[in-house]
């Protein structure tokens, strides 16, 4: 099993930063894509950034070159850095991992983290 464990949301006003944290308990050699994903009142959970087990990282394109998505060289711990935040970017986020198909194929993720972006 993988448990998954966020922090670093808050409240915080436009233009601002925040930076999302995400450790992953167990088998590391079986985490494929790592990735954030947010939901907002009344909306679908949707992808803002993930990244390959290669490290090559992909962005929703509304938060292409405001969010940096990375991890630890331990590969259990996924960051999201974002920077220049709008009062849309307001949601849960949560962290999910895949494992590979030979580990089970299934997709974990957090309890999720409230972003509060105030105009």
């Known amino acids: 099993q993988v448990q998954l464990v966020e922090s670093g949301g808050g409240l915080v006003q436009a233009g601002g930063s925040l930076r999302l944290s995400c450790t992953a308990s167990?088998?590391?050699?079986?985490?494929?894509?790592m990735g954030w994903y947010r939901q907002a009142p009344g909306k679908q959970r949707e992808l803002v950034a993930k990244?390959?087990?290669?490290?090559?990282?992909t962005y929703a394109d509304f938060v292409k070159g405001r969010f940096t998505i990375s991890r630890d060289t331990a590969e259990t711990t996924l960051y999201l850095q974002m920077n220049t935040l709008k009062p849309e970017d307001t949601a849960v986020y949560y962290c999910?991992?895949?494992?590979?198909?030979?580990?089970?194929?299934?997709?974990?993720w957090g309890q999720g983290t409230q972003v509060t972006v105030s105009s």
């Open positions: 167990g088998n590391r050699f079986s985490f494929a894509d």
């Open positions: 990244m390959s087990p290669f490290c090559t990282p």
């Open positions: 999910k991992i895949s494992r590979y198909p030979d580990w089970g194929g299934d997709d974990f």
